[in-house]
């Protein structure tokens, strides 16, 4: 499987589906088919979804989830650290660690853990991304399971991203936890919001 394909492909069906994004799903279908087969049947549910749902639908439903609830966050550190004071360090690292492989990524609004830009970091840098995924692999399993509790498109999606990672993904929420050692904490004391270590990368490669 064409690990760089995978994540570019979920990097951007995890993100807002604008108009844009939603226009380039045949695309993203046909990168899939050609370098990635495998996980092309992973992709289908929720390209499916859109070829037959109104632009306005898709967008409120990934509203819905995604932005309403914390219960399927996007944001790795989110699951491992919640919203403390040691969480604020871990997106500046990351940071840290984007610039380190000579990537600076378009502000987007989005802080780094953001698994859309992880997975576009991964596709930039395959083995340090790779790398990177497989640290946070307790919060990207938890995401999946979270999906799939809620019988979302979205989880295959992210069960693509596990695929390309090595060992078993945990059949359960238990035995994910059980993977990160602890639920996310609740403390919300930490870094100020506005805090410039914690805005998105900005500029260009």
């Known amino acids: 499987m064409n690990r760089a394909v995978v994540y570019q492909a979920a990097s951007v069906v995890l993100g807002y589906p604008t108009e844009d ?7 993203v279908r046909r990168a899939l088919t050609e370098s990635a087969p495998a996980a092309v049947g992973l992709f289908a549910p929720l390209l ?11 967008q409120q439903g990934y509203v819905d989830l995604f932005d309403m609830s914390k219960r399927h966050a996007l944001y790795l550190s989110y699951w491992t650290d919640g919203d403390t004071r040691r969480r604020g360090q871990v997106l500046a690292d990351l940071k840290r660690r984007y610039r380190e492989q000579g ?3 378009t502000t ?8 859309p830009l ?10 340090a991304g790779a790398a990177l995924l497989q640290e946070y692999r307790a919060s990207v399993e938890l995401i999946r399971i979270a ?8 989880a295959d999606v992210v069960a693509a991203v596990c695929a390309t990672l090595p060992g ?20 919300s004391v930490g870094l100020d919001a ?11 490669r």
């Open 108 to 115: 987007t609004g989005e802080l780094p853990d953001h698994l």
């Open 147 to 154: 999906l799939a509790e809620r019988s979302s498109p979205y």
């Open 48 to 58: 499916d979804w859109w070829d037959a749902t109104p632009a306005e639908t898709v």
């Open 194 to 204: 506005y805090d410039p270590r914690l805005l998105p990368l900005a500029g260009g």
């Open 103 to 105: 990537l600076e990524l």
């Open 21 to 27: 994004v939603l226009a380039f799903r045949g695309v």
């Open 168 to 187: 078993r993904s945990p059949q359960d929420r238990q035995q994910a936890m059980a993977m990160a050692a602890a639920g996310p904490p609740a403390e």
């Open 118 to 127: 992880v997975l576009e970091f991964a596709r930039y840098a395959p083995d």
